[in-house]
């Protein structure tokens, strides 16, 4: 399994940034795949997890509203639309699988197969 992240940067507060991981040798209909960030001296949190196979999303209440889910059934890749960033989304963001898990589960960090390599996002002016 190997789970490939990309476009994270520097952006100013306010600004967007757009997230995609794309994950290769797995079947994604079988899994919850998502995102989750560590910030300098925080614990990793899991901020927005999709699973096709029980239709569920998760969002973390602080990026409700201002973050989007999605997936390319056809490119393996789900991606995360990041608008009205703020200073306190800087981290460095993460993309994971869950086998067979719910997304609300996986983003308490239940079912966690594999992880990415961190891709870093910072908001800044």
């Known amino acids: 399994v190997q789970l490939q992240a990309s476009g994270g940067g520097l952006v100013q507060p306010g600004g967007s940034l757009r997230l995609s991981c794309e994950a290769s040798?797995?079947?994604?209909?079988?899994?919850?795949i998502g995102w989750f960030r560590q910030a300098p001296g925080k614990e990793r949190e899991g901020v927005s997890c999709?699973?096709?196979?029980?239709?569920?999303?998760y969002y973390a209440d602080s990026v409700k509203g201002r973050f989007t889910i999605s997936r390319d059934n056809a490119k393996n890749t789900v991606s995360l639309q990041m608008n009205s960033l703020k200073a306190e989304d800087t981290a460095v963001y993460y993309c994971?699988?869950?086998?067979?898990?719910?997304?609300?589960?996986?983003?308490?960090?239940?079912?966690?197969?594999?992880w990415g390599i961190g891709t870093q996002v910072t908001v800044s002016s």
């Open positions: 994971a699988t869950a086998f067979l898990t719910s997304a609300q589960a996986m983003a308490r960090g239940a079912g966690i197969n594999d």
């Open positions: 040798g797995i079947n994604l209909d079988y899994y919850a």
């Open positions: 999709i699973s096709v196979r029980d239709g569920s999303t």
